[in-house]
């Protein structure tokens, strides 16, 4: 009882001490080697000095789930002045396939469940799958420094998202994240569509296996095509109408795949006879009868070059990297690239990282979303984490755990869906700063605080800016100034 009264009494000092930051809502398993933080490359720590953000840190907290204490010396080592830096590590992002993640990739590599054969996966049970899936993608966003890469399978992940509780996407949903999402996170926009349309765990979630008219009397499903005009592609206001959703749904019946009581469970295939082989007219083109499965490609072909799908992407990457409300000069330019390159992401994203607005524009106004949050406390901190999954009650308490969101929309990626989330977040940051979140999770205080050179180097690496005098007053007062820092609105925004 003792004990209870005396941890209810520090937590209330915590919050006494915390109350003198701005409020939130208003302000803008493994081997020791393993372990995040713990391998012989973690550089020298070089706390920013600046009183405001700089580019440097910007850019850190915009393109990665944020960074590691020696990742701002290691970027501002990486030229003379800020801006050439930013530029070199962009650059380094935008390659991931030359940056070596040995620790990440063989980290991943033990969870072998994820790595098997499409059909071998229905001899798992749905829970473990789900179970090693979240730890790959928890794994991947904690360790990897191939930052970039992890954030657009992210956002890719949202775009086309699809909920492992429906159905035979318990069992699916891991290839999907492997050769759909994975596969075609850095590369063209056009193939990941396409990757997309014919995965199986798609064509489950969306109904596209139910897609099928073999008489006069059946009536195509609908509900595919028509988030594929929605979401996928051209967007809400894109241009289409209720009649191009009809035909677009004629365009696709046909396709199908195997339950997991057939043989080759998984198998996408076109049923020729479950097909509508007429004449359609899908946004003003005509797509001539007889056209079998290539009524696919043409389809693909229309929704992937029309120039609303190149705003709409534009726009939600805009979102995801520069506001939640960005200008339409940025999002114009984006969208041009997009279309100049015929769906390139990396060029796509040259164009979003060029712009005025994510270079010179509002820094620290971005929400972290709660597992961002969360990863980019384990980073900051550098976290010893051998039990992925006792970070998941924090994840589903904050209703972001991966691969769960229940509608086809995908996780929103502006803040005020996130708001009401700022309890659990503190109760995070407490329990990390005092290794209390598990015995398998563990933070040494001292040991950050010794190399970022005191208390308010340490602030400064994980607010990427020196701490303000009312924050370095909360601090003291908390008594607890790590979990101060974690939960600040200062470390909350990015």
């Known amino acids: 009882m003792k004990k209870q009264m005396s941890d209810a009494v520090s937590r209330r000092a915590f919050l006494r001490g915390a109350a003198g930051v701005a409020l939130f809502a208003t302000s803008g398993c493994e081997k020791v080697e393993d372990w995040l933080g713990m391998g012989p490359d973690e550089g020298p720590v070089v706390p920013p000095s600046g009183d405001g953000i700089d580019l440097i840190s910007h850019v850190l907290n915009r393109v990665t789930f944020g960074p590691t204490p020696s990742e701002y010396a290691r970027v501002k080592a990486m030229a003379g002045s800020g801006k050439e830096a930013v530029s070199a590590y962009l650059e380094e992002q935008l390659e991931p396939d030359e940056i070596e993640d040995k620790r990440a990739h063989r980290a991943v590599r033990r969870l072998e469940a994820i790595h098997a054969p499409l059909g071998e996966m229905y001899e798992y049970k749905e829970a473990f799958l789900l179970e090693q899936l979240t730890r790959a993608t928890l794994i991947r966003a904690t360790r990897s420094k191939r930052q970039l890469f992890e954030i ?95 035909e677009v749904a004629r365009c696709l019946t046909g396709w199908t795949v195997r339950g997991k009581d057939r043989f080759f469970k998984g198998k996408v295939e076109f049923d020729s006879e479950a097909h509508d082989d007429g004449a359609k007219l899908v946004l003003g083109h005509d797509i001539a009868a007889g056209g079998g499965e290539k009524d696919l490609e043409e389809v693909l072909e229309i929704v992937c070059g029309h120039p609303s799908t190149a705003r709409h992407v534009a726009q939600k990457l805009c979102v995801r990297f520069i506001a939640d409300e960005p200008s339409e000069e940025s999002v114009d330019e984006v969208a041009k690239a997009f279309s100049a390159s015929g769906g390139d992401i990396g060029t796509i994203l040259r164009a979003v990282f060029a712009t005025g607005e994510f270079l010179d524009g509002a820094r620290g106004q971005k929400l972290k979303r709660p597992f961002e949050f969360i990863v980019s406390a384990l980073r900051g901190t550098r976290a010893k984490v051998s039990s992925e999954m006792d970070l998941v009650d924090y994840l589903v308490r904050m209703g972001h755990a991966p691969f769960q969101y229940p509608t086809p929309d995908g996780y929103p990626d502006v803040a005020s869906p996130w708001t009401g989330t700022l309890l659990w977040r503190w109760h995070f940051a407490i329990g990390l700063s005092r290794n209390e979140v598990s015995e398998k999770i563990e933070v040494n205080e001292e040991e950050l605080i010794e190399k970022a050179g005191g208390i308010e180097g340490l602030a400064s690496c994980l607010l990427g800016r020196v701490p303000s005098v009312q924050e370095k007053a909360a601090m003291e007062r908390s008594g607890e100034p790590l979990a101060l820092l974690l939960a600040s609105p200062g470390f909350q925004w990015r």
């Open 152 to 246: 657009m399978a992210h956002f890719w992940s949202d775009h086309f998202n699809i909920d492992i509780s429906k159905k035979e996407c318990r069992w699916l949903k891991a290839a999907d994240d492997r050769e759909v999402i994975r596969k075609h996170a850095m590369g063209n926009f056009s193939d990941l569509v396409r990757a997309s349309a014919l995965s199986p765990a798609m064509l489950w979630y969306l109904d596209g296996r139910e897609n099928r008219k073999r008489n006069e009397d059946e009536k195509p499903n609908e509900n595919y095509g028509r988030e594929l005009l929605e979401l996928h592609t051209l967007g809400v206001g894109g241009g289409y109408t209720q009649q191009d959703v009809m």
